[in-house]
């Protein structure tokens, strides 16, 4: 099974900073990797798909990237509707699906 | 207006049984594949089961194979998850969710129903 490993658990960040969180593949996954935000209570929202591909009506400020077993997401200038949990998601290993365990952006 | 609508949680006794439902609206619901995905309180996302637009395959995580069955029933736009011999570790926030393509990323969410396995 591919395990996925995201860094790091938490960060405390500023509006207007830049973000990075990494997702590790624990085999190569091609650039089948999704990026999802959740604020609590709610369901999850997709914010990117194929490793850098951003899903419809997400703001230009996200940005993944990475290929293989390395990937990241960078929030250019963070916002406050932005604090939430982040995860990421393989989709390569055939017809099984695996969430990283993920990151939590809080207010600094 | 692309929904998913998830009902049939509830609290249940450990090695009970449970079927939960998510009806779909908004999209042509026989052409996607569709997942459950649950969240324990506090915890991540897990992907539990998946099954093809067709419903002739259907693919299980190993925490529940053999004891949860996926199935779909493109007339009514529904997905279920029959849920048997459940353990307190099945304990969680249960969340259909639709796939972009095959196997793919999950674009569409629904709320979730809440599932709890105690005595």
């Known amino acids: 099974d591919i395990q996925m490993t995201q860094s790091p658990s938490t960060l405390s960040a500023s509006v207007g900073d830049r973000v990075t969180i990494t997702c590790r593949a624990s085999h190569s996954i091609s650039r089948w990797l999704a990026w999802y935000q959740q604020k609590p209570g709610k369901a999850p929202k997709l914010l990117i798909y194929d490793a850098s591909s951003l899903e419809g009506g997400v703001p230009s400020r996200f940005s993944g990237s990475g290929s293989g077993t390395e990937f990241t997401l960078t929030i250019s200038s963070l916002q406050p509707d932005d604090f939430a949990t982040y995860y990421c998601q393989q989709y390569n290993s055939y017809l099984t699906w695996t969430f990283g365990q993920g990151t939590k952006v809080e207010i600094k | 207006e692309v929904q998913l609508l998830e009902s049939g949680g509830g609290l249940v006794q450990p090695g009970g049984s449970l079927r939960l439902s998510c009806a779909a609206s908004?999209?042509?619901?026989?052409?996607?594949?569709m997942s459950w995905v649950r969240q324990a309180p506090g915890r991540g996302l897990e992907w539990v089961s998946a099954v093809s637009g067709s419903g002739d395959d259907t693919y299980y995580a190993d925490s529940v194979k053999g004891r949860f069955t996926i199935s779909r029933d493109n007339s009514k736009n529904t997905l279920y998850l029959q849920m048997n011999s459940l353990r307190a570790e099945d304990t969680a926030v249960y969340s259909c969710?639709?796939?972009?393509?095959?196997?793919?990323?999950?674009?569409?969410w629904g709320q979730g129903t809440m599932v709890t396995v105690s005595s």
């Open positions: 969710a639709k796939s972009r393509a095959v196997a793919d990323a999950f674009d569409v």
């Open positions: 908004g999209f042509t619901y026989s052409s996607y594949a």
